[in-house]
């Protein structure tokens, strides 16, 4: 079944759900008119539909490999990236003083989720380019600026994040590569990082990695960690690729899904690395290229789940069991499709508020708009992942015994996605990081915008009073939570963080599709299903998140083992 991109709904939401034109309003954003971004959408959804998504299944069949040293990639990667960084998709929210188009990353969302959506697996690599693009633009000196950010922008190199170690996960201060200064002001770099995403390829005629490495004089923790540019070979002044680093991928991983993209371990051998940023002061650094990721990862959940259920669509309107017509007309299967439909929405819906916040923080420099930015990007990335999953998951469902069988690409969806919810910050560590940093403000940028859901649900009553006291109510118990939340012990906040933010992004959801019926009666049905049938968990979600940790923690391990 081929992928069509979803262009009218992101037509609709930029227009009318999310408020793309107070971005196009700033002087920074003045070239994002409306007319602007469809040409440019319209372009971008030309390339998935046409170009990447026939790579999904080849990349699937053909995992990336390691032979004698070097990576293989699947075929016809090599060509399909070139069509991506040639349409100039890798720097599309790169600054235009190194060769980028500027764009706003409310756009940059919508074409990442929908090359997300069409083939993952090679998406991986130019969504990578453009964090450590954002990342040494704020961070690096302008040598190194203007030696790599060009390459990076035109594509021609790529970049990869290198934070994970054996003993280094989710606690990124626990790593221990190492970063000797040496006389010309540059540093050898020795360790070893494990799961590096397109820790090396066939087609980038450079491969720029980032990494998490400590100084000589290093505190412990993630205080003592610095961050230094490792390039696969050392470029001249020219940015010329010159004689190689010692930097080399040892194995490539055997995954669950996500075939086509080689996950490295990386050996660093006192490969020369370049100090991006202060000394001692790389998780800063870095949390530029994580932030930046983690809302990339939030579209990648959100382009799996559009193309599941297009798939799964398809499927039920020619499948014919039981009774007259084809299954689509059972209710069981008209209920997941619905879902499916509606969850997509609203995640979709999410991820491209927070990037109209990330957009607005960045043009006005206001700090409610960088606060909300901040908030929601947990949000976007835990249940924009949550979603793909699920969604995937039921499209399996939808396809009967034929979705567990490899043809119809149903399963792979729900492979490759399901490790979105792992990488970038696991969905747990999101959460958390929502209910401890993003409550630091004493729930502030999260009561004005709850505020905000109010109020649009109060002018709403007028045409939608039934689904608009839904919405209001359920905000109003959000609220109480939140008031409850900031008061409690931090590890009671971590006992119910996954809750409150699935309660959050429920509440969220219903809003942006009331949002959506109120302003075209042709979608109040999917609001329907989004505020009767899916927000009512949010009452459950907040249970949890009263009931805090001592009752998890009356189980003992030896309980549990049990
Ligand atoms: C396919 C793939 C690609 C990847 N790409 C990259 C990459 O390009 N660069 C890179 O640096 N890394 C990459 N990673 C690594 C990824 O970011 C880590 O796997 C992830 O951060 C989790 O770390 P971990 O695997 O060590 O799990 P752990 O940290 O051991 O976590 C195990 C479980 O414990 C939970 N947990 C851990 N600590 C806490 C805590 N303090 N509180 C509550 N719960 C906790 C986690 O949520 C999780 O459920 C990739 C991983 C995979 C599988």
């Known amino acids: 079944m081929p992928y069509r991109a979803p262009l009218a709904d992101y037509r609709f939401l930029l227009g009318h759900v999310v408020g793309l034109d107070q971005v196009a309003a700033t002087d920074r954003f003045a070239e994002a008119t409306p007319e602007t971004v469809e040409a440019i959408l319209t372009e971008a959804g030309k390339l998935c539909e046409e170009v990447l998504a026939p790579l999904q299944r080849p990349g699937d069949m053909h995992p990336a490999r390691l032979e004698n040293g070097v990576v293989r990639t699947p075929p016809g990667y090599a060509e399909g990236y070139r069509a991506i960084a040639e349409g100039g998709w890798v720097g599309i929210a790169a600054d235009p003083a190194h060769g980028g188009m500027g764009l706003p990353m409310a756009v940059t969302t919508a074409v990442n989720e929908m090359m997300s959506a069409a ?28 030696l790599y950010l060009p390459k990076l922008i035109s594509g021609e190199w790529s970049g990869t994040m290198n934070l994970t170690e054996p003993q280094a996960g989710s606690d990124v201060g626990a790593v221990r590569t190492r970063a000797e200064p040496l006389p010309d002001g540059t540093h050898a770099i020795t360790g070893q990082k494990i799961y590096i995403t397109w820790g090396d390829t066939d087609f980038n005629a450079n491969v720029c990695h980032l990494v998490l490495a400590r100084l000589p004089d290093a505190e412990p923790g993630t205080r003592g960690i610095s961050l230094f540019l490792v390039p696969k070979f050392l470029p001249d002044a020219d940015g010329n690729p010159g004689p190689r680093n010692a930097v080399s991928v040892v194995s490539l991983e055997e995954k669950l899904g996500l075939h086509g993209s080689p996950t490295a371990v990386m050996d660093y051998a006192e490969a020369k690395g370049w100090l991006v940023g202060a000394p001692h002061k790389g998780m800063a650094a870095m949390f530029t290229m994580m932030n930046n990721a983690r809302l990339g990862v939030g579209a990648q ?3 799996v789940a559009e193309a599941a259920t297009q798939a799964a669509v398809a499927y039920a309107m020619e499948r014919r069991q039981g009774g007259q017509g084809t299954i689509i007309g059972h209710a069981d299967v008209r209920r997941m499709l619905a879902v499916m439909r509606a969850e997509t929405f609203s995640a979709r819906a999410i991820a491209l508020a927070c990037a109209v916040a990330i957009d607005m923080g960045r043009a006005t420099g206001q700090a409610e708009w960088q606060a ?10 835990a249940y924009g992942t949550d979603v793909g ?42 959460a958390m990081d929502l209910v401890g940093r993003k409550m630091m403000d004493g ?70 599709h009331l949002t959506a019926a109120v302003a075209d009666p042709a979608r109040e049905p999917l609001a329907r299903v989004a505020i009767r049938r899916l927000l ?25 083992a049990a």
């Not at 015994?401 to 690409?409: H, R, S, V, Y």
């Not at 004005?448 to 689904?467: F, V």
């Not at 906040?493 to 969220?508: D, E, T």
């Open 389 to 430: 999953i699920e969604v995937a998951s039921m499209g399996v469902q939808v396809h009967g015994g034929t979705g567990f069988i490899e043809g119809t690409g149903a399963a792979q969806f729900l492979r490759d996605v399901r490790v979105t919810a792992i990488y970038e910050g696991t969905n747990g560590i999101q």
């Open 301 to 303: 959940g959100v382009g």
């Open 119 to 146: 083939c993952l697996s090679l998406q991986l690599n130019p969504l990578l380019t453009q964090g450590q693009i954002e990342a040494l633009e704020h961070h690096a000196s302008d040598e190194l600026k203007a």
């Open 536 to 560: 009512p968990e949010h009452a459950a979600l907040l249970a949890q998140v009263r009931e805090g940790a001592a009752g998890l923690y009356a189980l003992s391990p030896e309980d549990l």
């Open 443 to 512: 729930g502030e940028a999260a009561f004005r915008l709850l505020q905000e859901i109010e109020d649009a649900a109060e002018t709403a009553r007028h045409t939608r009073p039934e689904l608009a006291n839904d919405v209001w109510a359920a905000t109003e118990a959000l609220r109480e939570a939140t008031e409850l939340l900031v008061g409690q012990e931090m590890q009671d906040r971590f006992a119910g963080a996954v809750p409150y933010l699935r309660a959050f992004a429920r509440v969220l959801g219903a809003h942006y």
């Open 372 to 381: 909300r930015a901040a908030l929601l990007t947990p949000i976007a990335k």
